[in-house]
């Protein structure tokens, strides 16, 4: 019963580097999101997946890419990583239209040097 | 004005106490709310969600709902100090495809 993994969980890059964050989840669900923790800020979306084959831009996507890769995995890519980028980043999935809440995964630490 | 506005705390109750944790939103035409629970270096943990005016019991907790007022609220009875993290308030927004969270407000429930 994994639920949402997110991988890695830990992931320092330099300026400049690329990396992607990859996030599965086993419970069938339609909609999977990605979100940003930052300190006093809360969680802000990044980018969501209302359902396989749909992307839509959250609050803050500059500097992300996604992909919906197909029903159970939606992966965070960034291009070219700046130090603004460090954060805890959490994956999550909800049935259609998030009306009974998220599963959220792990999370994972990146930071930006 | 942020979308979902939170007190950050600290709140800080005795053991056997009643937290009363508090949350306002702009959105007038969101129809979902949601309480989750986040200890300190975990992801959230949805523990309450109501949708309908008045309240909602589960064990100890309670949500309560004033759409007229935009306000929502989580009760936790008897706390105890497993209780202690932040507690995230969320609206689902109109369109019902993204939740909006509030920062969180941090609970520390004293022995």
């Known amino acids: 019963n994994a639920g949402v993994t997110q991988t890695p969980k830990f992931q320092v890059l330099k300026t400049g580097q690329s990396m992607t964050l990859q996030c599965a989840q086993d419970?069938?669900?339609?909609?999977m999101y990605w979100y940003r923790q930052d300190p006093g800020m809360g969680l802000r979306l990044i980018y969501y997946?209302?359902?396989?084959?749909?992307?839509d831009k959250g609050e803050v996507p500059n500097g992300y890419n996604v992909s919906r890769l197909n029903k159970r995995e939606f992966s965070l890519r960034l291009e070219s990583a700046a130090p603004s980028q460090t954060s805890v980043y959490f994956c999550?999935?909800?049935?259609?239209?998030?009306?009974?809440?998220?599963?959220f995964g792990s999370g994972t630490r990146l930071t930006v040097v | 004005q942020k979308e979902v506005e939170q007190n950050s705390g600290p709140l800080s109750v005795p053991e056997g106490a009643i937290a009363s944790l508090n949350c306002t939103y702009s959105d007038r035409g969101s129809q979902s709310f949601f309480w989750y629970r986040q200890y300190s270096g975990k992801s959230p943990e949805l523990i309450m969600f109501i949708y309908s005016n008045g309240d909602k019991e589960d064990g100890r907790f309670t949500a309560q709902l004033n759409k007229a007022s935009q306000y929502v609220s989580l009760l936790i009875r008897d706390s105890q100090p497993s209780d202690s993290a932040t507690y995230l308030c969320a609206v689902l927004n109109t369109g019902g495809f993204k939740t909006i969270f509030g920062a969180g407000t941090r609970l520390f429930v004293k022995a």
């Open positions: 999550a999935s909800s049935e259609a239209r998030s009306n009974y809440g998220y599963t």
């Open positions: 419970m069938n669900h339609n909609s």
């Open positions: 997946s209302a359902s396989e084959g749909t992307t």
